[in-house]
Every structure is written in C-alpha cells, then in structure tokens.
C-alpha cells in the first residue's frame, strides 16, 4: 500500500501546485478567462475526491463464527472485543492512521424516545396519557411507566420463537442503559472520540447491547501501516441474529461496500442461516467482489484429512451459490496469538493463550496451511485494493490533471502568441480564434441540450420503472408483502396452551408480536435485498444511457478542435490538441454519489410501517369482551371460552392484516416517491453533468476573452514584456508538474 500512499500523496502535492500557478496566471491582468473558474473548480474537486475517496471491506458472516478474530488477526492486535455469543451490535468501521482513536456517534433524544414510542404502541399493558403524549425517557415518571410496563410482561411475551422479543430487548435495553448515557446523549447527534488511554472503552458499546441501542456509528482509527486509511474494514453483525435491525445495518453498509470477506468456521461448517444470507446478497447484485474465509479451530478437527474434506464440503456447498468462490483457509485465532507474541505486547499473551499456541503450533499441517493460505489472502486482497480499484480512481484523476496541465499549458502559450504580434496581427488572429470560439460553443451548448433531453427520457424511464418495481399488483416487492401478510397464519391454540397466558390482550400482542416479527424478517431478508439489487441496476442503467447518447459528441468535440488548430497553425501558432484518450473516464458512481451527498435510503426505513394498526385491533376486542358479558349476564352460557377466544383472535388478526396492508401500502408509496425524487432524479443529474464536464473540459483552453485582450492591446495598456515572462515561466512551471504526472500516471499503470 506504500506505493498507493505516495501516488495519493504525489497527486494532491500536483493540485497545490496547479493551484498556486492559477493564482499567478490569473494576476497576469486582462488575460485570464471563465476557463479558470473551471479548472480551478477541477482541481480542488479531484484532492477532495483523492483525499475522501474510501475503499469499504465488509465482514460478515453468522454469529461466532469469528469475524472480529479475523479482523484482529489481520490488524495483529486485540482492537475488537470478541468472545462468545452476541459480542457485535453494531458495525464497527476501522481505518489505519496515525493515532489510536475511536469515535462513537450517539443517537439523539428525540431518535431514542421515538424508538421507545413505537415499540410501546403494542404493549397490551401500555396506556398512554393522552392522544398527544410523547414520551421522554428524560422524565423520570415516563421511566418508571416504561419500567411498570415491562415488569408486566410474561415469559410469552418476552420470549418468541424460542428468542427473546426484540421490541422487550430494545426497551428494556434503553431503560437498563440510560444512567450509564444520560449525560453523553443530547438534543442532537452527539461524537465522543477515545484517544489512546481510553481506546478500549469503546467496547463497552460495540459489544453490549444495551449500551449499542444508544449508538448510531462507531470507527475505529488503529495506529497501523497494514492497510492504507483509504481502506475500511466494518465489522458487521452476525448475519443470523435474531434482531431484525441488525441485518438492516449490514445491508446498509453491503449496499455501499466495495468487497466482502464472508467468514465460516470449520466448527460448524455452512449452515442454513449462511445459505439465506448468501441468497440475499445475491439478491442484492454484490457477489462480484466476494471472498470466503473458512476459519479454522485447530482444537476441533481430530486430524487434517478430516479438515481437508470438511473444507472441500464448504466449498462445494458455496459453490452452488456462487460459481467457482474464492475460498482461504485460516486459523484467526493462530495468527493472531502469533502476532501478539512476537510483538512489543507480547506480556499480554495470557499463560492459557500462551500454552494454546504451543499446542496449535505443534500441529504443522494445520499451521502451515494457514500460514500459506493468509498470506494469499492478503495478495489477493492487496491486489484487489490497488490494481482493481485504486489503479482506476487514481488513473482517472491524473488524467484530469493531465489534461488541465494541458489547457493551462495551451492558454499560456496562445496568449505569449499573440501578444508577441503587432496590434493589427493580434487582432487578425483573435477575430479568427473568435470564430472557431463560437463553433466550440455551438458543440457544447449542442450537448448540454442532448444531455437535458437525455436526462428527461432517463428519469421518465426511472419513473416508468420505479412505478412498476413498486406496483401494488405486479411489482416484485409490494405484490411479495400483500401474499405475505395475508397467507400469515400462526397456531392459535399454542397461545392457550398450559401456562399460556390467558387475557384476551395479552394475547393479541403476542398474535401481533409473532405477526410484526414474521413480517419485518420477511421484509429484511427478501424485499431490502431486491430493492438494493433493483437499484444497482438503475444506476448502471442511468450510466450507460447517458454514454451511449453523449458518445457520438466526443468525435465532435475533436473535429472543433482540430479546426481551431488548423487555425491557429494559419497564424504560425503551433496548437497541441488534447486528443480523446486525454479525457479520462467518467468518477464511478460512488464517487459521484459522494460528490453530491447521495446515499441509499437505509434498509431500517422499510420496517417504518405505522403502529397504528392497534388501536383498530383492541377496539375488535373490546367489541368481544362486551358481548361475552351481556353472555353471562343473560345467563347464557358459554360452551367452549378457549374457542370462542381463539375465533376472537382470528378475528382481530384479520383487522390486523387489513390496518397493516393499509399502512405498509402507505409508507412505501412515499418510500418511492423519496428514492425517485431524492434519489434516482439527483443521481441521473450528476451523471449529466459529469458527462457534460468530460467531453467538454478540452475546450477550457481556448474559451479566454480575447476581446478583452485586443483592446488591452490597442490601448496599450498592457506591459507586455512583464506579461510575456509571467507566461513563459508559467509554461515552465506547468511542463514540470505535466512531467510528474505523467510519470505518475506510468507507476499507476504498474500497479
């Protein structure tokens, strides 16, 4: 990565300088033209791309299978906490820099006491004061009503499908955590950053959940030079976690991710729970740039021949998902007791970590095998890093400053030209140079009228297609949810079941429990990844309309300038047009979508879906209860109560679905509505625009105003031999920088 570092570094060192030569051709009075707005605007866009541009590694896998050993093993220290069981409740986004520094991002108050009101919203024992009452977890009698609501309910209530609720882990997490936060949490985002003495505390929250309820981000700053700060390593959730929201945060951050490290352990090989998630990000459209590790508990395997085929096993089995994986075999934990020995720290290698690895490192098959197999691994992924990706981003910007270095050079030469002519020569040539101007710019406004055309078709197109993704009857995804809820189905008779509770209310919220549970995991696991999949294809969609129609003005752009050669070559003024190789290649589109601050609608926003859908339910129940009173009341008795409430149930479900269809229907038309307007739509416009600024940029050079330059010239009121030199020396100057991109742009090549 040292190699990649200095290019970086090279390149931003190019922009100061093209920066300062700007500044000092722009003071050259009279002469400078729009063209410096432009390149100015050019050169300070590509060192804010250099210096924000973020390659994103995701880990992932199911739980305990060891993905924040991995990540450890492959910063060689212990910078996570890992251990058994749940530790990761939240992605933990790490960077190599200089310092050791973590930086936890806290929900606001307002984020917090919305999470509780909606989760309290289908508690059965959960009154609200009033219509309008909002809660506040700041006010002490809203926290003891949080905690009588709580300690009210059951172990059925508490526990569904064998895991805990989530709604009760959620609330009860925010109560148990708040003395420990109180003071940290504000009206707005807060970030509290963990220098070295304190680095480790950033652990209470990364690894215990009912402090990660508060956390809406956490990075890691690790004082390494094993990777480049470019490069982001997240270590995510396990992928098979029962909270639903934790798989919306690993697909937020898959969306946006450039490669994934998918991590098995050989204790339990590739399990159903891995097959879904793969499934899922094969819905998704990412497996492109996708690796597994299988990582190895030597301690299991009772010899390497059973390993050998345990791992042709996993890779058969992965196989059938992703045609010929790329599959590493590698002990975490070895590694990185390994690194810890033979580091500075090694005091810290507990005498039973120490006596571990003794026995682990007796076994040379397995040893060796992993020894092998990371060092691959990081080829692989080293090569992934820079020829693949950082080869293309940081060709792509010294192109572009290659090509301003060109314009600028241009400009200085022309102007040294004809200000080296008599006046009536001067003016001879501008009124020529004037001509071919206004041909340039007939090209260009004749492009910027096809992209405007363009941008129409394609959001007419991204509406017509959106519409239709989204169509209630025939869309892949609302069609999916309606057959979802209506075909929900649960065992009435297991919520009468002995010891079951027996109020009617308290069966309708585990009815509803058991229902929002089914539907947010259906949601999370089917309809988010065909919608990132489906999105990802509109954007390349966008991407290449927009070429394809562009395209045949790149050969118009050369013919203009060539005429302004031929031109200029009349005069006896050598031109060197930029030719089409010069231009570069349009940023990709997670570039540009930094660019103008566009992200995806994170996936925690499909299970928004209104709460509303209660009240009607207990309002159905009410109905029940009033009419087994008059019942009794009238003395006519009840043959079978249990059936007359497991039909009452089925009853209330039936509203249930018909308020849920009603409200999903609703917050996924404005979710539409959002991703077309805020999304697609401002997308396809700077794609236009990026495209408009490629082919147009080699014409900056030759768009200065030389009626200015002529009068100055008739009237005399330019020194010219003070202007002359500050052209020359700024030629010489740009040749120099030109020379060093260009040399540049050969070690990028090498990568």
Excluded at 265 to 291: E, P
Excluded at 346 to 359: C, H, I, V, Y
Excluded at 550 to 573: C, Q, S, W
Excluded at 717 to 743: P, Y
Aim: aromatic fraction near 10%.
């Amino acid at each position: 990565m040292n190699n990649y570092d200095e290019l970086k570094a090279s390149l931003l060192n190019a922009g100061v300088q093209f920066l300062e030569l700007l500044e000092k051709a722009g003071a050259l009075s009279g002469i400078s033209g729009e063209a410096f707005g432009n390149w100015k605007n050019t050169v300070t866009g590509i060192s804010r791309q250099i210096s924000e541009d973020l390659v994103r590694v995701a880990v992932v896998g199911p739980i305990k299978s060891g993905k924040s050993t991995f990540v450890n093993s492959l910063f060689r220290d212990d910078f996570l906490k890992r251990g058994a069981g749940v530790i990761t409740s939240i992605v933990t986004r790490i960077r190599c820099g200089q310092d050791l520094k973590a930086s936890l991002c806290f929900k606001s108050f307002d984020e917090v006491n919305r999470d509780i009101e909606q989760g309290l919203s289908f508690f059965p024992a959960w009154k609200p004061e009033s219509e309008d009452f909002r809660f506040d977890l700041r006010k002490e009698s809203h926290r003891s009503m949080l905690q009588n609501t709580l300690a009210s309910l059951t172990t059925e209530q508490l526990i569904t499908n064998d895991t805990r609720s989530v709604t009760s882990v959620l609330l009860t997490s925010y109560l148990a955590g708040y003395d420990r936060v109180k003071d940290i949490i504000g009206p707005d985002e807060t970030v509290i950053h963990y220098g070295s003495d304190s680095f480790l505390d950033h652990r209470l929250f990364a690894g215990d959940e009912i402090l990660a309820v508060y956390i809406k981000d956490i990075q890691l700053e690790i004082h390494s030079s094993v990777l480049d700060g470019s490069i982001e390593i997240a270590d995510c959730q396990g992928s098979d976690s029962p909270n639903p929201l934790h798989l919306a945060m690993i697909q937020d951050y898959l969306a946006v991710t450039h490669f994934i490290v998918y991590v098995v352990s050989s204790r339990t090989g590739l399990r159903q729970a891995d097959i879904r998630f793969l499934s899922m990000i094969r819905d998704m459209g990412i497996m492109g740039n996708m690796m597994f590790v299988v990582n190895c508990d030597v301690s299991e395997h009772e010899s390497f021949d059973d390993f050998k085929r345990l791992l042709d096993k996993i890779r058969s089995e992965i196989s059938l998902i992703i045609p010929d994986p790329v599959v590493f075999t590698v002990s975490a934990l070895y590694h990185l007791f390994k690194a810890r020995k033979e580091s500075e720290n090694a005091g810290n290698l507990s005498k039973k970590d120490e006596t571990r690895l003794q026995q682990w490192e007796a076994e040379t098959e397995f040893t060796a095998l992993s020894i092998a197999e990371r060092e691959r691994f990081e080829h692989v992924l080293h090569d992934k890093l820079t020829r693949e990706r950082y080869a293309l981003l940081l060709g792509n910007h010294a192109e572009r400053l290659n090509l301003v270095a060109s314009g600028l050079s241009q400009w200085a030469s022309m102007n040294r030209e004809i200000l080296s002519k008599d006046s009536t020569s001067a003016d001879d040539i501008i009124r020529k140079i004037s001509r071919n101007q206004e041909k340039t710019r007939k090209v260009s406004a004749m492009i910027r009228s096809t992209l405007d055309g363009a941008v129409k078709k394609v959001t007419d197109d991204i509406r017509r297609s959106v519409d239709d993704f989204f169509d209630e009857r025939s869309g892949d995804i609302m069609a999916g949810i309606d057959q979802f809820i209506m075909t929900f189905e649960p065992s009435f008779d297991s919520y009468y079941e002995s010891g079951a509770v027996s109020g009617i209310n308290q069966n309708l919220y585990l009815v509803y429990q058991d229902f929002k549970t089914a539907l947010d995991g259906f949601i999370t696991e089917s309809v988010t990844p065909r919608l990132v999949g489906f999105m990802k294809k509109e954007e390349e969609r966008i991407l290449a309309d927009l070429d394809q129609m562009t395209r045949p003005y790149a050969g118009m752009v050369e013919n203009a300038l060539k005429d302004y050669g031929h031109a200029m070559g009349d005069f006896g003024i050598e031109m060197v047009i930029p030719d089409r190789e010069t231009m570069g290649a349009i940023p990709d589109l997670e570039t540009l979508k930094s660019m103008v601050n566009l992200k995806y609608q994170p996936a925690a926003q499909m299970m928004n879906y209104s709460a509303r859908v209660r009240v009607e339910a207990f309002l159905k129940f009410g109905l029940y209860n009033f009419v087994s009173w008059l019942k009794k009341v009238f003395k006519k008795k009840a043959m079978n109560r249990q059936s007359d409430q497991v039909q009452a149930l089925k009853d209330s479900l039936v509203t249930l679905k018909r308020e849920t269809l009603k409200n999903v229907h609703s917050h996924f038309i404005s979710y539409r509505e959002n991703i077309k307007f805020q999304y697609f739509f401002k997308l396809t416009d700077a794609v236009a625009n990026a495209f408009f600024d490629l082919h147009t940029a080699r014409f900056q050079a030759y768009v200065s105003d030389l009626e200015t330059l002529a009068a100055l010239i008739r009237d005399k009121k330019l020194n010219k031999d003070t202007v002359l030199d500050g052209l020359l020396a700024i030629e010489q100057d740009v040749g120099q920088v030109r020379d060093s991109i260009l040399a540049m742009k050969e070690k990028i090549a090498g990568l």
